[in-house]
Every structure is written in C-alpha cells, then in structure tokens.
Nanobody, 123 residues
C-alpha cells in the first residue's frame, strides 16, 4: 500500500527554521515528482515547492522563494523541505504529495497525499 508520512512540524517564532521530512513507501519513488503543499485556515491548498523525479529541477511558490529549499534522496525514499526565516503567514498544515513524472503548480493535479504536519509560526 502506497504511503507518504510527514514529520518535522512544530511551533516556531518568526525568523526561525524548521525542517520537514516525508518518507515514501509502496510506490516507485524515483518516477514521481515530489511536492510540498500547504493549507492555511480558511485558505485554499497551494503548492509550496516541487522537485522533479531525478533532482533536475525545483520549483517554489513566490511567497517562499529564497527561504525554503526542497531536496530528495531517491535511495532513502525521502523528500525534505528546509524552511528558513519563517513568517506568520507560513502557518499551515503542510502535506507531502506525489505526482507521476513531472511537477505541476496546480494543487488539484496531485492525487496522492500524506496526512499532513502542522507548522505554526507565532510570536
């Protein structure tokens, strides 16, 4: 059974850092683009970052460009999101998701999700 399991969320003050990790199992990890999406209270889910199957390309939402870094290890079947200089509006539930072959900026195109991990940025 295919699974995505996120970890690493928590509470942090503005300007702080967190690292999210997602472990995949039960599917061919190396042919899937892996992404992090988030959903804040009262807002639509959005694609935060995505990385292509073989690490060739990465994509970031404008709101996180320069602060977040996505990486993957196809041998370990993991994808991480390093989040630096966190801001109040980064508060959300963060989801790991997979999409066959390529990244997409459209959240509806990611059909498979983890259960999410809460990130709270507050002073």
């Amino acid at each position: 059974q295919a699974q995505l399991v996120e970890s690493g969320g928590g509470s942090v003050q503005p300007g702080g850092s967190l690292r999210l990790s997602c472990a995949g199992s039960g599917f061919f990890f190396g042919v899937h683009a892996m992404a992090w999406l988030r959903q804040a209270p009262g807002k639509e889910r959005e694609v935060v970052s995505c990385i292509s199957p073989e690490n060739e390309t990465t994509h970031y939402a404008d709101s996180v460009e320069g602060r977040f870094t996505i990486s993957r290890d196809n041998a370990k079947l993991t994808v991480d999101l390093q989040m630096n200089d966190l801001k109040l509006n980064d508060t959300a539930v963060y989801y790991c998701a997979r999409r066959l072959t390529s990244c997409s900026r459209y959240e509806w195109s990611y059909a498979y999700w983890g259960q999410g991990t809460q990130v709270t940025v507050s002073s």
